[in-house]
């Protein structure tokens, strides 16, 4: 029921930002949970970054204090602003809803931080 479609990821030097979008088929009020997981090379899926309906947020130790989720209500989408990036943030980043008891996936986009 649930769309996903991430946007704004590419190749980027140690210390830049990056900012990822992902717009859902359905209205961000509507969604209890959004989230940012990413995948690198090798390695199992990690979450990121987490926002209830109610705005609360949540990071995984790793991005605190340099990634910022957040909703944008006009656009029906859920950013991640990404600052100060490592090599270490590469990978393979995906938007994950909860929608109705119902988990949803985006294809996933793809950042590259050089060191």
């Known amino acids: 029921q649930v769309q996903l479609v991430e946007s704004g990821g590419g190749l980027v030097q140690a210390g830049g930002s990056l900012r990822l979008s992902c717009a859902a088929s359905?209205?961000?009020?509507?969604?209890?949970?959004m989230a940012w997981y990413r995948q690198g090379q090798g390695e199992q899926r990690e979450l990121v970054a987490q926002i209830t309906s109610t705005g609360s947020t949540d990071y995984a130790d790793s991005v605190k204090g340099r990634f910022a989720i957040s909703r944008d209500i006009a656009k029906n989408a859920v950013n991640l602003e990404m600052n100060s990036l490592k090599p270490e943030d590469t990978g393979v980043y995906y938007c994950n809803v909860i929608y109705v008891s119902r988990t949803y996936w985006g294809q996933g986009t793809q950042v590259t931080v050089s060191s």
């Open positions: 359905k209205r961000i009020y509507s969604i209890n949970y």
